[in-house]
């Protein structure tokens, strides 16, 4: 019995240093803004429901240790043009928001760009002593061949291609090149879903729970649930998006630690540390 106790406590102790040896984040949900629009489910999911209702939030997500503030995507500003087809509501700028938090904008150290459509790029500019993190295949077509004839450019705006190549001249962008790659101490990115040319989502350890920040590669909670691509013009590759989804289920041990990129459902799943903030944990 007393060799069965040792056992367990040595097997105990080494667990809990094998966590200290890991990078730990915490992890928060910021809305920025919502919408006045009446979506469905249908409106952001293949066969999706059109009687059950979808709150959509505009987010930014906070990813702090390790002496990093670290952003998953910038949001956008107010007067963007293509923000008004949303109706926009409530909005704050992405920066305010995080003051919530007590963090100002020049301490943000990395911003992770999931993709360049405009809503989750176009503040970028807010965050001066940033790195920034872009899938090489997603930036290249960004600036290239989206604007070639035949190429798709939609949800991309020139100026932001602009804010993108300055950032790249100035030295402040680094190009991550493909899939399932450690980017900084204990936060990886994926790609696989081709939301944009080549979208990447972030896996992140908080200590017990691994999380996974989807951005756009998961839009609602609905596709997530029902492993069902989103609607049309959501992805390049419908297949690849669902076998993200379910890829993504096997890096977590509990599927409501993969979160989506727009439902505002995150605030009733996780506890509220100031308005519009949730902790993811």
Avoid: C
């Avoid at 670290?70 to 956008?76: E, H, Y």
């Avoid at 962008?173 to 994926?190: A, W």
């Avoid at 630690?257 to 903030?277: N, Q, R, S, T, Y």
């Amino acid at each position: 019995m007393k060799k069965f106790a040792l056992l367990a406590f040595i097997l105990f102790l080494s667990t809990q240093i094998s966590i200290a040896q890991t990078a730990v984040y915490k992890v928060y949900a910021l809305k920025f803004a919502g919408s006045s629009y009446p979506f469905t489910a249908a409106d952001w999911a293949q066969g999706g429901s059109k009687t059950e209702k979808v709150k959509f939030n505009f987010m930014v997500w906070l990813i702090k240790g390790q002496g990093k503030v670290v952003l998953l995507d910038a949001g956008f500003l107010k007067e963007n043009p293509d923000a008004k087809e949303f109706k926009v509501v409530d909005y704050i700028r992405p920066d305010s928001a995080l003051l919530k938090l007590g963090i100002k904008a020049a301490d943000v150290t990395d911003v992770i760009l999931s993709h360049p459509h405009w809503d989750h790029v176009n503040g970028i500019g807010l965050f001066p002593n940033a790195q920034v993190w872009m899938q090489k295949e997603d930036y290249n077509y960004f600036v290239g061949q989206a604007w070639q004839k035949n190429g798709d450019k939609g949800g991309f705006a020139k100026a932001d291609v602009n804010q993108l190549v300055n950032l790249n001249l100035a030295g402040k962008l680094t190009l991550v090149d493909g899939d399932n790659k450690e980017i900084l101490p204990g936060i990886k990115v994926f790609t696989g879903s081709r939301h944009t040319y080549n979208s990447q989502y972030v896996l992140v350890q908080t200590g017990k729970n691994k999380v996974v920040l989807a951005s756009d590669n998961i839009w609602v909670y609905y596709s997530l649930k029902h492993l069902v691509p989103p609607s049309t013009g959501g992805t390049l590759d419908p297949a690849g998006y669902v076998k993200a989804m379910q890829r993504m289920k096997t890096m977590v041990d509990d599927p409501k630690f993969i979160i989506p990129g727009h439902d505002a459902a995150v605030f009733d799943l996780f506890p509220k540390v100031a308005d519009g903030v949730a902790e993811i944990r």
